[in-house]
T-cell receptor, first 116, second 115 residues
Framework: NAGVTQTPKFRVLKTGQSMTLLCAQDMNHEYMYWYRQDPGMGLRLIHYSVGEGTTAKGEVPDGYNVSRLKKQNFLLGLESAAPSQTSVYFC???????????????FGQGTRLTVV | AQKVTQAQTEISVVEKEDVTLDCVYETRDTTYYLFWYKQPPSGELVFLIRRNSFDEQNEISGRYSWNFQKSTSSFNFTITASQVVDSAVYFCALSISGGYQKVTFGTGTKLQVIP
């Protein structure tokens, strides 16, 4: 049981390059999330999904796109990377859609992205 | 809008000392949930506890205890007899009813336990 797996773990991009971060969970969770963690700012929600085929914007969605074609996978794309997107990215998943009382969210180990 | 404040950016204690991590929250909702997560040096966030706004009973789990006080809007976390393995960043978080898309995280407190 791997839980939540993120790939890659580290990446350096040049400004303007594109990339996709992959998140995979094997717990059959309905809800999946992408957060970014920046020094002194805690975690901020980028996008989330409440089920296969659905996505929604979070607090800081600009510059990112997501897709949830399969229930177990949640992809985060950067079409044209900018230095402001240098951050640590976390994927998480949790039970739903009847999750009116949020339970435990399971997090991946993070992806450290540097945009130069 | 909700807000979570963890005023302590970094704390250092000597092993076996007790340490309390403070968390103060703001919300206008009457139904909400509070969480603590641990982020060890390996990077992942590990769920520690969830409390709902209707349950002010304090909780103890081994060396960990949590004090929830609605009167002061606080949800403090105490580690008794700290150990080196407790060294991590600890996040407090608040959610109004709903999924994690409505969770607001604090900025975290980095705890260093010195042997």
């Amino acid at each position: 049981n791997a839980g939540v797996t993120q790939t890659p773990k580290f990446r350096v991009l040049k400004t303007g390059q594109s990339m996709t971060l992959l998140c995979a969970q094997d717990m059959n969770h309905e809800y999946m999330y992408w957060y970014r963690q920046d020094p002194g700012m805690g975690l901020r929600l980028i996008h989330y999904s409440v089920g296969e085929g659905t996505t929604a914007k979070g607090e800081v969605p600009d510059g990112y796109n997501v897709s949830r074609l399969k229930k177990q996978n949640f992809l985060l794309g950067l079409e044209s990377a900018a230095p402001s997107q240098t951050s640590v990215y976390f994927c998480a998943s949790s039970y739903g859609p009847h999750d009116l009382m949020p339970g435990e969210a399971f997090f991946g180990q993070g992806t450290r992205l540097t945009v130069v | 809008a909700q807000k979570v404040t963890q005023a302590q950016t970094e704390i250092s204690v000597v092993e076996k000392e007790d340490v309390t991590l403070d968390c103060v929250y703001e919300t206008r909702d009457t139904t909400y949930y509070l969480f603590w997560y641990k982020q060890p040096p390996s990077g992942e966030l590990v769920f520690l506890i969830r409390r709902n706004s209707f349950d002010e009973q304090n909780e103890i789990s081994g060396r960990y205890s949590w004090n929830f006080q609605k009167s002061t809007s606080s949800f403090n976390f105490t580690i008794t007899a700290s150990q080196v393995v407790d060294s991590a960043v600890y996040f407090c978080a608040l959610s109004i009813s709903g999924g994690y898309q409505k969770v607001t995280f604090g900025t975290g407190t980095k705890l260093q336990v010195i042997p």
